[in-house]
């Protein structure tokens, strides 16, 4: 059946097009297979005119840690009162996760994922890493694989306490990597001060990438670091936080295929500084934005709060914004379906209840999501 979405004031293709005034689209079945004019639309077998709102791609969250179990509020609570953001919270999720049973982190999933696409966001990706055992980092990466686009095998999130670091890599590169590899295309590893240093982050990303898993890296969060040359150096899609930054860290994202997706509601939640978007982008690197949504350090599922944290206080244009935050998650995660609105791209489309996307900067924090299709089915 095909949909002809009409009577957009503004649509924002991330193609060649660029942004059209009075366009339209037309979708059929999970696909879009026309975008124009609205003057030039074909016939299709129903009509929705969306009234001079600007429509664009669906967000596509390319960083999240939604299989867990349990609240961290009091860490929170402790943080805003002056307290510094470390690594070893993660271990409080650990045991709430591994407590919970598979029925409970599915549905906590599904409410997420829900919630995000209300939002908008229509492509999203999730780790494992709060399981830190064989048993729950496969059974995190079996409920993950049932419900959403991407996903990734962070077992080398943190050491889990009272265990040997590297009998713990060990572990990660042998059997646990063997028990989630059926059901993940990614793998990551937190290369920080606390959590994993270069040699093991390095083999960890080695042994992922002998099993064919594509690389991410958590880096250059809490201080400069070697994750952003690690993951330039091993081809990795992206390496995320990117908080600091060396010129050498800057010059190597911007001569490489390395996305540097940024999280900036996570360093307004660790009060981090904001990561350099105008510095990265004026070298040509490729920037993406995510929600880091997880429940310790980037507690929202907000694209659009990201984008509006962007554009105000980052120093992003609104065009660079909205770009990272639908084809710069798709080229974190190396897709070229879904982020643009092209013929043959995935059928994702966010009608904003506003007439141009310079209103998720110019109106923050007001829900702007009149719409949504994901992949041809309208969710909203």
Not at 29 to 55: L, T, Y
Request: glycine share 8%; net charge negative.
């Amino acid at each position: 059946m095909a949909v002809l979405i009409t009577g957009i004031g503004e649509l924002t293709t991330n193609e060649e097009l660029g942004r059209l005034t009075d366009a339209a689209l037309v979708i059929e079945g999970s696909k879009v297979v026309w975008v124009g004019p609205a003057a030039d639309a074909p016939d299709a077998d129903e009509r929705v005119d969306v009234d001079g709102r600007a429509v664009l791609p669906g967000w596509v969250d390319s960083h999240t840690h939604l299989v867990f179990a349990g609240d961290r509020t009091a860490e929170f609570e402790a943080r805003m009162a002056g307290k510094p953001y470390t690594a070893g919270g993660i271990a409080t999720t650990v045991g709430a996760t591994r407590a919970a049973s598979d029925e409970e982190l599915t549905a906590n999933l599904l409410r997420h994922v829900h919630e995000s696409v209300r939002q908008g966001t229509t492509c999203l990706e999730t780790k494992t890493g709060y399981g830190l055992s064989v048993a729950d980092e496969a059974r995190s990466a079996r409920i993950a694989a049932s419900v959403v686009d991407e996903v990734t095998f962070l077992g080398a999130h943190l050491v889990p306490p009272g265990a040997d670091a590297e009998s713990y890599v060990d572990l990660v590169c042998g059997e646990m990597l063997d028990a989630v590899a059926e059901n993940v295309r990614w793998a990551d590893v937190f290369c920080e001060t606390g959590a994993f240093d270069e040699a093991q982050s390095a083999r960890v990303l080695k042994a992922c990438a002998e099993r064919g898993l594509g690389l991410r890296v958590h880096g250059n969060q809490l201080g400069e670091g070697p994750g952003v040359r690690l993951a330039v150096e091993l081809g990795a899609a992206s390496v995320d936080h990117c908080t600091y930054l060396s010129d050498a860290d800057v010059e190597a994202l911007a001569a490489s295929e390395t996305v540097a997706t940024l999280l900036p509601a996570c360093d307004l939640s660790t009060r981090q500084p904001l990561a350099p978007a105008r510095r990265l982008l004026d070298a040509g690197a490729t920037v993406a934005l995510a929600s880091n949504a997880n429940p310790g350090s980037s507690y929202t599922t907000s694209m659009a709060f990201c984008v509006a944290t962007a554009v105000l206080q980052m120093r992003m244009t609104i065009e660079e914004a909205v770009w990272a935050a639908t084809a710069g998650g798709a080229r974190a995660l190396r897709r070229d379906d879904v982020g643009v609105l092209r013929p043959g791209a995935r059928a994702d489309v966010h009608v904003l209840d506003a007439p141009s996307v310079t209103h998720l900067a110019y109106r923050p924090g007001v829900p702007l999501t009149k719409m949504v299709w994901r992949a041809g089915d309208r969710v909203r």
